[in-house]
């Protein structure tokens, strides 16, 4: 049983025996796909399992004859609800070949019990815990502290953009009432995708699993068998005995246990249909991070280097179709920009598709709005259409705290723009002018792409953010599914058959990127 990623780069050869078992531990991070960056700050290698490969590694072991069932084994998750889900979708679809699932771990998270009850049987520790609470979120406010470091953040957002409220912190010591009322909205949007999912697959009404959270029913790992969200306790090797009589594992022999990681991994590496053809005809481009200026770093995506790659996709002559594949918070309207019209000019020329990962807001949504079709996830945070601008002012806090002065020379008026002199009114109208014509440049992109007046999108804009399953009623998304759902109806679109797609990944990988 591998932890994290800590034997993936070894050159091991991937064994699959007959009635082998696939081990799936998701305890490491996982993105959008796979990759592996070398940090010299810490010396060492940040890795990511990706959803892409995830997906693709439960297709192909859902065909594998050898493959007779896998033992979903993970406590806890680190992804996103989206991600979440999509794993969780793809078990389902993985089960529908009659294999079986079996899930089991010493404790449970919220997120991993939601993937765990796609199982045939879910199993528990006997003293381990199973968190089915609800979901909550909390924001640390940091106005109070920066007053008493006598900092000032002047701050310029939309002069309508009540929604937008990251960046309330700054300005305020709890929720106003828009962003109180935009959080609580998505947070019962994503329960109740989690909800309807557990309901279906354990059969429990979604009225009594909130009454198990409410009243803090599960309490041990007995309480879920009690409450039937478990159907039994056991220790590891009881669960093992019960996979080899699952896999038909000759008395006498061992467990055949595949490491799923490695097996996605070394299968979809060899995978002829999706990215080892030379005749390459689809391209999916990952954009995973916040937007920045320039090429960025790693976990970031570059305006300039984003913006590339769709010109590349776009003036190669073999690639019918194009996916886009967004998982960004936001950042720079004008990175935003650059990838918008890259966007725009691809897809007068073939089918542009996004999908959207655990979050497309902002920048985010910009680079997504001008899209042919648009998919997401019901519990897809999306929207936040709206902006806003920070600049600190400091000369108090060197001033009083250390004795610093400063003192200027100019030709100009606003020669100086310093974050140790105070904006003045005249200033700060000139931004809030900026701001304010950024926004509305926004608002006129959307509604371009999504054929809605100005008016329409400034309705459902104003910085709110939305659950996927509310985007789509509202006309910021197009439909529900998931990547490999994006997938196949670009490829529909461009004419290519389904049996036929072969797919160049963005940005390209380096063999020791995933070895």
């Not at 993937?115 to 381990?128: C, E, M, R």
């Not at 039994?232 to 996979?243: F, H, N, P, S, T």
């Not at 601008?389 to 200027?408: A, E, R």
Request: net charge negative.
């Amino acid at each position: 049983m591998l932890s994290g990623f800590d034997d993936l780069f070894a050159p091991k050869k991937l064994v699959v025996e007959e009635n082998s078992v696939l081990e799936m531990n998701l305890s490491g991070e996982i993105g959008d796909y796979t990759y592996a960056d070398f940090n010299p700050a810490s010396f060492s290698l940040n890795k990511k399992f990706g959803v892409y490969e995830i997906l693709q590694g439960l297709q192909l072991a859902k065909e594998d004859e050898k493959i007779k069932g896998i033992f979903l084994h993970c406590g806890d998750i680190n992804a996103g609800m989206a991600t979440v889900k999509e794993i969780r979708d793809g078990i389902l679809d993985f089960k529908s070949s009659g294999k079986f699932v079996l899930a089991y771990s010493e404790n449970y998270s919220k997120k991993a019990y939601y993937v765990a009850s796609a199982a045939d049987s879910l199993f528990v520790f006997p003293t381990g815990m199973v968190d089915f609470l609800g979901l909550g979120a909390e924001i640390m406010f940091v106005k109070g502290a920066l007053e008493k470091l006598d900092v000032q953040m002047q701050i310029i957002r939309g002069s309508n953009n009540r929604f937008k409220s990251a960046v309330e912190p700054l300005m305020y010591e709890q929720m106003s009432p828009e962003s109180k009322l935009q959080t609580q909205t998505y947070i019962n949007a994503l329960w109740d995708i989690m909800l309807d999912g557990i309901s279906a697959s354990r059969g429990i009404s979604k009225e009594k699993l909130n009454e198990i959270a409410d009243s803090v029913y599960v309490r041990k790992s007995g309480d879920a068998v009690d409450h039937g969200m478990a159907d039994g306790i056991m220790y590891y090797d009881q669960v093992l005995d019960l996979l080899k009589t699952l896999a038909g594992t000759e008395e006498g022999e061992e467990l055949a246990l595949v490491d799923f990681q490695k097996y996605a991994l070394k299968k979809t590496k060899h995978n002829k249909t999706l990215e080892k053809l030379e005749k390459k005809n689809l391209a999916i481009i990952f954009a995973e991070g916040d937007i920045v200026d320039g090429n960025g770093g790693p976990g970031e995506i570059g305006g300039n280097s984003l913006a590339e790659q769709i010109r590349e996709v776009r003036e190669d002559t073999l690639i019918k179709a194009v996916v886009l594949r967004i998982n960004s918070p936001g950042g720079s309207a004008m990175a935003s920009d650059i990838i918008w019209r890259e966007v725009v000019l691809t897809k007068e020329k073939k089918p542009f598709i996004v999908s959207m990962g655990d979050v497309a807001a902002s920048g985010g949504y910009y680079i997504a709005c001008a899209a042919d079709k648009i998919f997401a996830q019901p519990n897809t945070i999306t929207g936040s259409i709206g902006v806003f601008g920070v600049i600190p002012y400091t000369g108090d806090m060197f001033k009083n705290k250390l004795g610093i002065t400063f003192d200027h020379v100019t030709t100009n008026e606003h020669a100086i723009l310093s974050t140790n002199r105070k904006l003045t009114d005249a200033e700060l109208l000139i931004f809030q002018e900026g701001v304010d014509d950024i926004y509305l440049d926004f608002i006129s992109k959307v509604g371009q792409g999504r054929g809605l007046t100005n008016a329409e999108v400034d309705s459902i804009g104003q910085g709110r953010v939305w659950a996927g399953s509310d985007a789509k009623r509202i006309g910021l998304v197009d439909d529900f599914g998931g990547l490999f759902d994006a997938i196949y109806y670009a490829a529909g679109e461009a004419g290519i058959d389904s049996t036929d797609i072969q797919i160049k990944v963005y940005p390209e990988r380096e063999e020791n990127d995933l070895f």
